[in-house]
């Protein structure tokens, strides 16, 4: 498995962005479709934004499309989640989840947690109103 860790959390404004970053070690991210999930107190993890393992697909929730974006750099073993105006409810902590793929799983995007097999410790994102 992977190894992944987040970073980039904080505090912020309503009306805001936030850049997260999940940098992996122990294996290449070349080799793993990601994802993003947060969980706020008291609620369930959810789906946020996943990529497949090429960059050539990605999925968005309803709730973020069109204010976050998903991107990542397999050189440099990272996959990042741009985050813009920010509003309270995406309060939560952000994790980052991989899963093994095959090469042929060029454009296959995973969007259940069930689906991953290695995840972040987390970071916390906090939009105040």
């Known amino acids: 498995q992977v190894q992944l860790v987040e970073s980039g959390g904080g505090l912020v404004q309503a009306g805001g962005s936030l850049r997260l970053s999940c940098a992996a070690s122990?294996?290449?991210?070349?080799?793993?479709?990601m994802g993003w999930f947060r969980q706020a107190p008291g609620k369930e993890r959810e789906f946020v934004t996943a990529?497949?393992?090429?960059?050539?697909?990605?999925e968005y929730a309803d709730s973020v499309k069109g204010r976050f974006t998903i991107s990542r750099d397999n050189a440099k073993n990272t996959v990042a989640l741009q985050m813009n105006s920010l509003k309270p409810e995406d309060t939560a902590v952000y994790y980052c989840?991989?899963?093994?793929?095959?090469?042929?799983?060029?454009?296959?995007?995973?969007?259940?947690?069930?689906?991953?097999?290695?995840w972040g410790q987390g970071t916390q994102v906090t939009v105040s109103s």
């Open positions: 989840a991989g899963r093994s793929v095959t090469a042929y799983s060029h454009t296959v995007v995973y969007t259940r947690h069930h689906e991953y097999d290695s």
């Open positions: 122990g294996r290449t991210l070349s080799n793993y479709a």
């Open positions: 990529i497949s393992w090429s960059g050539l697909s990605t």
